[in-house]
C-alpha cells in the first residue's frame, strides 16, 4: 500500500464518521428552559435556580424583580412569591419543585402555571441545613384561567 491510499482511506473514514457525530449531537434532548424574573439580592431565589439547574433546566435570569411579571403571567397578588418564572408557556411563581415543572409540561393542562404562594421552609431554595433541614407542610397550587386554584401536589404533610 503507498502512501497515497493510506491517506486517502483515512480520509474517507473521518468524511463516513461525520454524519454519526451530528445524529448523536441531534438526539441529545436539549435541555428546556426557565426564564426566571426576581429581585438581584434574592438568594432564596438563587438557590431555586440552582435546584432546576441541578434538576437539568436550562435557565434565563431578569434581575428586575418579579412583581410585573407576576401580573403580565396573570398569576394573582396573593398567590404571589419572591420570583416568577416562564416555561413552555406556563407561569412559575416561587419554590415549586422541578418534578412538579416536568409533570406541568407533560399533562399539559388548561392553565395558567402553578404557584407555592410565599416561601414555605422545606421547598426548593428554602431548605437546607440554613433551615435546621425544617420541612413545613406546603402545596403546589394549580392556577386556573379563572385565578380559582386547585391543589396539584402536596409536600410534607404528615
Ligand atoms: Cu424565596
Not at 441541578?54 to 404571589?80: C, V
Not at 402553578?114 to 407542610?137: F, I, K, Q
Amino acid at each position: 500500500m503507498n502512501r497515497t491510499s493510506t491517506t486517502r482511506r483515512g480520509l474517507l473514514l473521518a468524511t463516513a464518521a461525520l454524519p454519526f457525530a451530528a445524529l448523536a449531537q441531534k438526539t441529545a434532548a436539549p435541555r428546556v428552559l426557565v426564564e426566571v424574573w426576581k429581585d438581584p439580592n434574592c438568594g432564596c431565589c438563587g438557590d431555586w435556580v440552582k435546584h432546576l439547574q441541578d434538576q437539568g433546566f436550562a435557565t434565563r435570569l431578569n434581575d428586575t424583580g418579579n412583581n410585573a411579571m407576576r401580573a403580565k403571567l396573570g398569576i394573582p397578588a396573593n398567590l404571589g412569591s419572591c420570583h416568577t418564572a416562564l416555561v413552555g408557556g406556563y407561569a412559575v411563581e416561587g419554590h415549586v419543585p422541578a418534578r412538579e415543572i416536568r409533570r406541568l409540561l407533560r399533562e399539559k393542562p388548561q392553565a395558567v402555571g402553578l404557584t407555592v404562594p410565599g416561601m414555605p421552609v422545606g421547598s426548593p431554595g428554602m431548605d437546607g441545613p440554613a433551615y435546621g433541614n425544617r420541612r413545613d407542610p406546603y402545596d403546589v397550587l394549580l392556577v386556573l384561567k379563572d385565578g380559582s386554584t386547585r391543589v396539584f401536589a402536596s409536600y410534607n404533610k404528615a
